[in-house]
């Protein structure tokens, strides 16, 4: 299993990011998929979630703000970020689950400032 995210960067207080995960080696469109983040001194949490059939699962800070979604045809999750905080700095990750096997991938960085 290969997943390659993209699409962090810099951004002001309010603004917004969209992250993108391209999945391989794996069928995606039965795979539970999440996307994480882990601030410095901070232990990893869940952003959010969507399971193969769309449903949808968020951190109770992101909730409005961050959306996800899935391109089964495309093989990738995506979140949207908007009106991004300071505290959601932090490196984000994507993540698979499928057959008992979760994967990582190699983490994109979010900075957002005040």
């Known amino acids: 299993v290969q997943l390659q995210a993209s699409g962090g960067g810099l951004v002001q207080a309010g603004g917004s990011l969209r992250l993108s995960c391209a999945a391989s080696?794996?069928?995606?469109?039965?795979?539970?998929m999440g996307w994480y983040r882990q601030a410095p001194g901070k232990q990893r949490e869940l952003v959010a979630t969507?399971?193969?059939?769309?449903?949808?699962n968020y951190e109770e800070s992101v909730k409005g703000r961050f959306t996800i979604s899935r391109d089964n045809a495309k093989n990738t999750v995506t979140l949207q970020m908007d009106s991004l905080k300071p505290e959601d700095t932090a490196l984000y990750y994507c993540?698979?689950?499928?057959?008992?096997?979760?994967?990582w991938g190699q983490g994109t960085q979010v900075t957002v400032s005040s």
């Open positions: 969507i399971t193969s059939g769309g449903l949808t």
């Open positions: 080696g794996m069928i995606f469109r039965i795979a539970f």
């Open positions: 993540s698979s689950y499928q057959s008992g096997v979760r994967s």
